[in-house]
């Protein structure tokens, strides 16, 4: 079965950094992009960026970009999404999800999430 | 940064037709997608390259796009369609992809 299953609910300080993951299995990793986004309470889906794990091509949205880092483990088939420096406007439910083509195109829909990771920052 | 508009709400009564735009100015050069999301849960991709249906997914749901608009069917809406429902596209050059602002659908 293909999955993603994410890391736990964390709960940070703004300030603070965070790693969350996303372990894939049931699929080759490395040969579909995967990517993550974000929905802050209440409101929509935000596309922040995405990576090709054979050859760690990462694409963000301008909107994150310089905001998070993508990256990704082809050893243990983990992607990641990472802060340096957490505010609260980062408190939101972040998911992962593959795309579905296999090779090195992005034009293919998001076929697998994971089951998202809330993240709260708070002081 | 690019920006895909839809119409916040679309209210249908069951077994009637529901369609939902996505305007955005390179739809005429990119495919859309459309995800369906039900509160608590991953969003799940519905349509894929304008027009195409994943396996599992039921007929009753259909896409098309025609200039710089996409657009999602719900033909014969059922109680459980009612949902979130997002389109999914490119930028001009394909470089990044981004989300429509969302459509509540509620079934009447």
């Known amino acids: 079965e293909v999955q993603l299953v994410q890391s736990g609910a964390e709960v940070k300080k703004p300030g603070e950094s965070l790693k969350i993951s996303c372990k894939a299995s049931?699929?080759?990793?490395?040969?579909?992009?995967i990517g993550w986004v974000r929905q802050m309470p209440g409101k929509g889906l935000e596309w922040m960026g995405i990576?090709?794990?054979?050859?760690?091509?990462?694409k963000y949205s301008p909107s994150f970009e310089g905001q998070v880092t993508i990256s990704a483990d082809k050893s243990i088939t983990t992607a990641y999404l990472q802060w340096n420096s957490l505010k609260a406007s980062d408190t939101a439910i972040y998911f992962c999800a593959r795309q579905a083509a296999e090779g090195g195109t992005m034009e293919s829909g998001m076929d697998v999430w994971g089951q998202g990771t809330t993240v709260t920052v708070s002081s | 940064s690019y920006e895909m508009t839809q119409p916040p709400s679309v209210s249908v009564s069951p077994g009637q037709t529901a369609r939902i735009t996505c305007s955005g100015d390179?739809?005429?050069?990119?495919?859309a997608y459309w995800y369906q999301q039900k509160p608590g849960q991953a969003p799940i991709l519905i349509i894929y390259k304008d027009t195409q249906r994943p396996s599992g997914i039921p007929e009753r749901f259909s896409g098309s796009s025609s200039g710089t608009t996409a657009t999602l069917t719900i033909s014969g809406v059922q109680a459980e369609d009612e949902a979130d429902y997002y389109c999914q596209s490119a930028e001009n050059r394909g470089t990044y992809r981004v989300f429509g602002s969302g459509t509540k659908v509620t079934v009447l």
């Open positions: 049931g699929y080759n990793f490395a040969t579909h992009w």
């Open positions: 990576l090709y794990p054979a050859d760690s091509d990462t």
């Open positions: 390179a739809l005429p050069k990119q495919y």
